[in-house]
């Protein structure tokens, strides 16, 4: 479940290619050690380092080379997610809509207001909003009120997204004003024109240059709709081709990326407050782990420059003019809709994963009296400032359009759920409330992802967010018994293997991030290194223990297992030195060497090997992706990729090999064959 982080790591490493410029008090700009997400302020119309972000690349590819990435507007680290979620004519092939959009499509389904960050599962993707012309029984089954679109009319830039629904002839236009907040601009067509004809955005054009999901540059042309024509005032909705005429916002709080993913919902609209506001169950495939699945809330205050003439709901069985509410169990079909005679419609939304009551305080603190653009400009602000704090200048200019959006892509998560009054649910389902000085409880972690890359990168130049994720972590422990290893709003979704919140837990702690309990975590990760508990990613330990391996043969990443179990041991030794336990760190750091138990010699591979047998079971092929058909001795990856796995200690895998000479020859083998498979439909066997 890679995560696109991974390219910025490579991208920094490759920094031969690129010049990295020193601030003015004499330190490299991306070094700061003060500041977090910032909200330093710059002029609205100057984006230098935003205009080098390209937020279609990690949209495209298929098979295991799908990017998703959602490429809608947030705040850094966000945890509202404000973008598209697409389909081929009607046709979501699952895989390639992890992040909602995928760059193939045809068709916008609606606008949704979480997502996840380059996952490699489907979840969220909740609370869909969308604007069409018409409403009756068929725009809201199957998606009725879905629009065709184009790239030749879409824009999207860091904080704000704007495309064409060429079926609904009108510009939609989204923004996100907080961490739990956004609008979306719905402007009609006049005389079959579109507000993005000619190059420019609904609200101004900052000089962005225009590139396709692959980083390579290409030209934006402009287009018209069909001829105007005539509305038909006694029905609630219009002809095809309205110019201007009236407007129909439908909100749809059981959308959901995963098939199904909806459990219950509830939905109503208060007419005096012109405000829709309900809540729905998200239970994804990540989601639904606990058992209950995440409940999301949101209020949505519909703002328009004439009165709404219609309003109602809808559900399995019709579209109820008139209706105030509408609840739904199960999948069941539910929602609510405005329409409006101005041709431009806002609606200006929030969420929340306490109450709607909470999401109308994050309404009114986060976006309140501002304008559309107000909110625009100063959300576009927060990330020019972030993405300022590297400056490169490389040979060519799309080396630096993949840089910054690698870096954009690193900002993005994880995700800040404390909302407005730093209120929070935690993983014991109670809510909590940040202590003073935090800004931020993180949680959306791919920790078997990132714990080697991204959180490396936020800890230099993210050190505020790298302090939040790490009390965070210490949060996950406390309010629910065990470190998480992938968690994600607050649910152990016990992704993967191992438990490398130790590793991120320990980088922090030797980079001088030492605001937490650090005895207290010792206490947990030996536990969990001893025994057998609910959410930790030791479900072979006792094998582990009795034998000193994980036992193969059993198609269970019996090797992988044991590799991440002994990094892990590592990384709890170095916390037991550090709390003063000499022993138990002496007893650690032996189990962290259990990796040479599986090593075959003959093969230079580790190998599996079943129960007290000194018999390796090496593949075949080292190369063959086993785990693709959920079989083999090893977690996403092959023989040839896994025998590397040995980051506590490389010195002893050199040793292994042979010494520097055979271990250089095999590594330079290994990285240069990376280059033999460019696609990656299938995975790359030495990737």
Same mark, same amino acid.
């Given at each position: 479940?890679?995560?696109?982080?991974?390219?910025?790591?490579?991208?920094?490493?490759?920094?031969?290619?690129?010049?990295?410029?020193?601030?003015?008090?004499?330190?490299?700009?991306?070094?700061?050690?003060?500041?977090?997400?910032?909200?330093?302020?710059?002029?609205?119309?100057? #984006?230098?380092?935003?205009?080098?972000?390209?937020?279609?690349?990690?949209?495209?590819?298929? +098979?295991?080379?799908?990017?998703?990435?959602?490429?809608?507007?947030?705040?850094?680290?966000?945890?509202?997610?404000?973008?598209?979620?697409?389909?081929?004519?009607?046709?979501?092939?699952?895989?390639?809509? %992890?992040?909602?959009?995928?760059?193939?499509?045809?068709?916008?389904?609606?606008?949704?207001?979480?997502?996840?960050?380059?996952?490699?599962?489907?979840?969220?993707?909740?609370?869909?909003?969308?604007?069409?012309?018409?409403?009756?029984?068929?725009?809201?089954?199957?998606? +009725?009120?879905?629009?065709?679109?184009?790239?030749?009319?879409? &824009?999207?830039?860091?904080?704000?997204?704007?495309?064409?629904?060429?079926?609904?002839?009108?510009?939609?236009?989204?923004?996100?004003?907080?961490?739990?907040?956004?609008?979306?601009?719905?402007?009609?067509?006049?005389?079959?024109?579109?507000?993005?004809?000619?190059?420019?955005?609904?609200?101004?054009?900052?000089?962005?240059?225009?590139?396709?999901?692959?980083?390579?540059?290409?030209?934006?042309?402009?287009?018209?709709?069909?001829?105007?024509?005539?509305?038909?005032?006694?029905?609630?909705?219009?002809?095809?081709?309205?110019?201007?005429?009236?407007?129909?916002?439908?909100?749809?709080?059981?959308?959901?990326?995963?098939?199904?993913?909806?459990?219950?919902?509830?939905?109503?609209?208060?007419?005096?407050?012109?405000?829709?506001?309900?809540?729905?169950?998200?239970?994804?495939?990540?989601?639904?782990?606990?058992?209950?699945?995440?409940?999301?809330?949101?209020?949505?205050?519909?703002?328009?420059?004439?009165?709404?003439?219609?309003?109602?709901?809808?559900?399995?069985?019709?579209?109820?003019?008139?209706?105030?509410?509408?609840?739904?169990?199960?999948?069941?079909?539910?929602?609510?809709?405005?329409?409006?005679?101005?041709?431009?419609? &806002?609606?200006?939304?929030?969420?929340?994963?306490?109450?709607?009551?909470?999401?109308?305080?994050?309404?009114?603190?986060?976006?309140?009296?501002?304008?559309?653009?107000?909110?625009?400009?100063?959300?576009?602000?927060?990330?020019?400032?972030?993405?300022?704090?590297?400056?490169?200048?490389?040979?060519?200019?799309?080396?630096?359009?993949? $840089?910054?959006?690698?870096?954009?892509?690193?900002?993005?998560?994880?995700?800040?759920?404390?909302?407005?009054?730093?209120?929070?649910?935690?993983?014991?389902?109670?809510?909590?409330?940040?202590?003073?000085?935090?800004?931020?409880?993180?949680?959306?972690?791919?920790?078997?992802?990132?714990?080697?890359?991204?959180?490396?990168?936020?800890?230099?130049?993210?050190?505020?967010?790298?302090?939040?994720?790490?009390?965070?972590?210490?949060?996950?422990?406390?309010?629910?018994?065990?470190?998480?290893?992938?968690?994600?709003?607050?649910?152990?979704?016990?992704?993967?293997?191992?438990?490398?919140?130790?590793?991120?837990?320990?980088?922090?702690?030797?980079?001088? $991030?030492?605001?937490?309990?650090?005895?207290?975590?010792?206490?947990?990760?030996?536990?969990?290194?001893?025994?057998?508990?609910?959410?930790?990613?030791?479900?072979?330990? #006792?094998? #582990?223990?009795?034998?000193?391996?994980?036992?193969?043969?059993?198609?269970?990443?019996?090797?992988?297992?044991?590799?991440?179990?002994?990094?892990?041991?590592?990384?709890?030794?170095?916390?037991?030195?550090?709390?003063?336990?000499? @022993?138990?760190? @002496?007893?650690?750091?032996?189990?962290?060497?259990?990796?040479?138990?599986?090593?075959? @010699?003959?093969?230079?591979?580790?190998?599996?090997?079943?129960?007290?047998?000194?018999? $390796?079971?090496?593949?075949?092929?080292?190369?063959?992706?086993?785990?693709?058909?959920?079989?083999?001795? %090893?977690?996403?990856?092959?023989?040839?990729?896994?025998?590397?796995?040995?980051?506590?200690?490389?010195?002893?895998?050199?040793?292994? $090999?042979?010494?520097?000479?055979? %271990?250089?020859? /095999?590594?330079?083998?290994?990285?240069?064959?990376?280059?033999?498979?460019?696609? /990656?439909?299938?995975? /790359?066997?030495?990737?």
């Amino acid at each position: 479940m890679m995560i696109n982080v991974l390219y910025m790591m490579l991208c920094v490493a490759a920094l031969a290619a690129c010049r990295v410029h020193a601030s003015s008090d004499g330190q490299v700009a991306a070094s700061a050690k003060t500041e977090g997400p910032s909200t330093k302020a710059v002029p609205a119309n100057d #984006y230098p380092f935003s205009s080098k972000v390209n937020l279609l690349i990690g949209t495209g590819g298929e +098979g295991f080379g799908v990017g998703g990435d959602p490429p809608g507007a947030q705040v850094p680290f966000g945890a509202l997610r404000l973008s598209p979620d697409t389909a081929l004519d009607n046709v979501v092939f699952g895989p390639n809509h %992890f992040g909602g959009y995928h760059h193939d499509d045809n068709e916008i389904r609606c606008f949704a207001h979480t997502h996840m960050v380059g996952p490699g599962a489907l979840d969220f993707g909740n609370v869909g909003v969308m604007a069409t012309r018409q409403i009756d029984k068929t725009t809201v089954t199957n998606y +009725g009120y879905r629009s065709k679109f184009s790239h030749l009319h879409e &824009q999207a830039q860091p904080g704000y997204y704007t495309v064409v629904l060429e079926d609904a002839h009108m510009t939609a236009e989204l923004t996100a004003c907080g961490t739990h907040t956004g609008i979306h601009r719905y402007t009609a067509s006049i005389n079959g024109s579109h507000a993005l004809d000619g190059h420019a955005a609904v609200s101004g054009d900052v000089g962005h240059d225009h590139w396709n999901h692959h980083g390579e540059k290409s030209e934006i042309h402009g287009g018209g709709s069909a001829a105007a024509a005539g509305v038909d005032s006694s029905s609630v909705g219009i002809d095809a081709v309205p110019s201007p005429g009236p407007i129909v916002v439908l909100v749809d709080p059981t959308h959901s990326l995963t098939p199904n993913g909806c459990n219950g919902s509830l939905v109503s609209y208060n007419t005096s407050k012109r405000e829709i506001s309900g809540w729905m169950v998200s239970q994804g495939s990540l989601t639904r782990r606990n058992g209950r699945g995440v409940k999301i809330y949101f209020s949505a205050i519909v703002k328009s420059p004439d009165a709404v003439s219609a309003f109602g709901t809808w559900n399995s069985t019709g579209v109820f003019n008139g209706s105030v509410w509408s609840q739904a169990s199960g999948t069941d079909a539910n929602g609510a809709f405005i329409v409006s005679e101005a041709s431009s419609v &806002q609606l200006n939304i929030a969420i929340s994963f306490i109450s709607i009551d909470q999401a109308r305080l994050n309404l009114e603190r986060q976006i309140g009296d501002q304008t559309f653009d107000e909110c625009r400009h100063h959300t576009q602000s927060l990330w020019e400032h972030n993405l300022s704090k590297v400056n490169i200048t490389a040979r060519d200019e799309s080396t630096e359009v993949k $840089f910054y959006t690698a870096l954009y892509h690193s900002f993005m998560a994880p995700t800040n759920y404390a909302e407005v009054g730093g209120v929070y649910l935690g993983m014991d389902d109670v809510i909590h409330t940040l202590e003073p000085g935090r800004e931020a409880a993180y949680s959306d972690m791919s920790i078997w992802d990132i714990h080697r890359t991204q959180a490396s990168l936020l800890a230099w130049l993210q050190p505020s967010v790298m302090g939040d994720v790490l009390l965070s972590l210490v949060d996950m422990m406390v309010q629910g018994g065990d470190l998480p290893r992938w968690p994600i709003a607050n649910v152990y979704a016990s992704c993967m293997i191992g438990n490398h919140a130790y590793q991120i837990l320990l980088d922090g702690l030797v980079k001088g $991030f030492t605001d937490f309990n650090v005895s207290q975590v010792y206490g947990v990760m030996k536990l969990e290194a001893m025994t057998s508990r609910p959410h930790n990613g030791r479900d072979d330990l #006792y094998n #582990y223990l009795k034998y000193g391996y994980c036992i193969g043969g059993y198609k269970n990443s019996s090797v992988s297992k044991t590799l991440a179990y002994a990094y892990d041991d590592w990384a709890v030794s170095e916390f037991a030195q550090h709390v003063g336990v000499p @022993e138990e760190a @002496e007893y650690f750091l032996k189990r962290s060497k259990n990796y040479k138990n599986l090593w075959d @010699e003959d093969h230079k591979l580790m190998c599996a090997r079943t129960v007290n047998s000194s018999t $390796f079971h090496c593949p075949l092929d080292p190369e063959l992706n086993e785990w693709i058909l959920e079989s083999g001795d %090893f977690t996403e990856g092959n023989a040839a990729q896994w025998r590397w796995f040995v980051p506590h200690d490389v010195p002893g895998l050199v040793q292994l $090999f042979g010494g520097n000479e055979l %271990f250089a020859s /095999n590594l330079d083998t290994f990285m240069e064959r990376s280059h033999h498979h460019p696609v /990656n439909l299938l995975p /790359n066997p030495y990737y």
